[in-house]
T-cell receptor, first 114, second 120 residues
Framework: AQKITQTQPGMFVQEKEAVTLDCTYDTSDPSYGLFWYKQPSSGEMIFLIYQGSYDQQNATEGRYSLNFQKARKSANLVISASQLGDSAMYFCAMIGQAGTALIFGKGTTLSVSS | GAVVSQHPSWVICKSGTSVKIECRSL??????MFWYRQFPKQSLMLMATSNEGSKATYEQGVEKDKFLINHASLTLSTLTVTSAHPEDSSFYIC????????????????FGPGTRLTVL
């Protein structure tokens, strides 16, 4: 069975600082994908970044980067230069080889202050 | 990017009534759509997988007779909450898979904006 673990219920950071949101996963699939989504108070799910299990390099998308450590089964999200608009709930998710539904972690609420 | 719409975006209904929520993929065909439920400050919990032209697959603990899912076309899946009660009040989100890629692990899933259901 697949499982995503996010151990930080809430994180606080000041504007312009970097922040790391933790995510560990467990799966028996040899091929899988890892995702991070942002969910603001409006409820929409905003795709941030994707990492494939066979990707050699860590994924980056603008201010977002994914620190993928396959041996440790971790896929932490790093947000550089935090902005007030980054305040939201962040979910780590996984999809397995069968291409079924995304499995989500419990989420981390990020609060950015000025 | 691809767009998935949901209608309505919010609905308030009386206890005992049925509510239908639509999920549409606007610019791609989605043979598979997923329905999630989210309570405040909690994660998205998968309710069911909706497959075009066949019966939905429900997750354990989800009542299939209460949450009716129909996926009649490649762009539309509907979730009907039958005889809704206050405990059914929640945020319902659908997602649709764009299966145009060769690797299922990289299939992109696009989320609808969600439907907030309040049952009085």
């Amino acid at each position: 069975a697949q499982k995503i673990t996010q151990t930080q219920p809430g994180m606080f950071v000041q504007e312009k600082e970097a922040v790391t949101l933790d995510c560990t996963y467990d799966t028996s699939d040899p091929s899988y994908g890892l995702f991070w989504y942002k969910q603001p108070s409006s409820g929409e799910m905003i795709f941030l970044i994707y990492q494939g299990s066979y990707d050699q390099q860590n994924a980056t998308e603008g201010r977002y980067s994914l620190n993928f450590q396959k041996a440790r089964k971790s896929a932490n999200l790093v947000i550089s230069a935090s902005q007030l608009g980054d305040s939201a709930m962040y979910f780590c998710a996984m999809i397995g080889q069968a291409g079924t539904a995304l499995i989500f972690g419990k989420g981390t609420t990020l609060s950015v202050s000025s | 990017g691809a767009v998935v719409s949901q209608h309505p975006s919010w609905v308030i209904c009386k206890s005992g009534t049925s509510v239908k929520i639509e999920c549409r993929s606007l610019d791609f065909q989605a043979t598979t759509m997923f329905w999630y439920r989210q309570f405040p400050k909690q994660s998205l919990m998968l309710m069911a997988t909706s497959n075009e032209g066949s019966k939905a697959t429900y997750e354990q603990g989800v009542e299939k007779d209460k949450f009716l899912i129909n996926h009649a076309s490649l762009t539309l899946s509907t979730l009907t909450v039958t005889s809704a009660h206050p405990e059914d009040s929640s945020f319902y989100i659908c997602s649709a898979r764009d299966t145009s890629g060769a690797n299922p692990s990289t299939d992109t899933q696009y989320f609808g904006p969600g439907t907030r259901l309040t049952v009085l």
